[in-house]
């Protein structure tokens, strides 16, 4: 079935490090990618997504790019802020479904 | 904004306790859905519901129930709670339509001693 796989962490990280936390897929076709942060205490938000292949999303900063020859959707920062540190879930929505398939998610610490 | 909002943040259950998490979202979205997060293990889909009255179950469903009276309305009820149910539960509603984004209700820590 659909699955997502993403680097364990936790990553940790001096504030304006480069960051990438990886995430590769398993689906039929071509399903929707999302990476969701949830800071702490707080539930899961939004955080950018893409539908097609070749799509890049970005948001605060953040981008990743849907690479469907690598089945990859690698979340990248170029400078990370203290503000940052959280756990980032990579998800993808099967062809024509509205469900979502979570990745084990990844927790960043970013320190000063 | 969007907004889903969970009755409590923090429960804690005695063994066998029949226990109903709560959740309501503003938005007239048709789905809703009941995750479970574990450290490890990532969000699993308890129960989806598409509409009102109408549920669907997710990947782990046993020890579960779910109820939708009312559009914005979708409760997991744990009919005789059990300590490997100890965990953070997030409710999510999202538009019918494909590629589009759920939100997230803030959770509730749920403990079964």
């Known amino acids: 079935g659909d699955s997502v796989t993403q680097m364990e962490g936790p990553v940790t990280l001096s504030e304006e490090a480069f960051l990438t936390i990886n995430c590769t897929y398993t689906a039929t076709g071509y399903p929707s990618l999302f990476w969701y942060v949830q800071y702490p205490g707080e539930g899961l938000q939004l955080l950018l997504k893409?539908?097609?292949?070749?799509d890049k999303g970005s948001n605060k900063g953040f981008e990743a790019t849907y690479r469907k020859e690598t089945t990859s959707f690698h979340l990248e920062k170029g400078s990370v802020q203290v503000s940052d540190s959280a756990v980032y879930f990579c998800?993808?929505?099967?062809?024509?479904?509205?469900?979502?398939?979570f990745g084990t998610g990844t927790r960043l610490q970013v320190f000063p | 904004d969007v907004k889903v909002t969970q009755s409590s943040r923090y429960l804690v259950k005695r063994t066998g306790e029949k226990v109903f998490l709560e959740c309501v979202q503003d938005?007239?979205?048709?789905?809703m859905f009941w995750y479970r997060q574990d450290p490890g293990l990532g969000l699993r889909l308890i129960y989806f519901?598409?509409?009102?009255?109408?549920?669907e179950k997710g990947d782990i469903p046993e020890g579960y129930s779910v109820s939708r009276e009312k559009k914005e309305r979708f409760s997991l009820i744990l009919e005789s709670a059990s300590t490997n149910q100890t965990s953070m539960y997030l409710c999510a509603s999202s538009p019918a339509q494909v590629n589009t984004e759920a939100f997230f209700g803030q959770g509730t820590r749920l403990t079964v001693v």
């Open positions: 519901s598409y509409d009102v009255k109408m549920k």
């Open positions: 998800a993808l929505s099967p062809l024509n479904t509205d469900k979502l398939i």
């Open positions: 938005m007239d979205h048709e789905n």
């Open positions: 893409a539908t097609k292949a070749d």
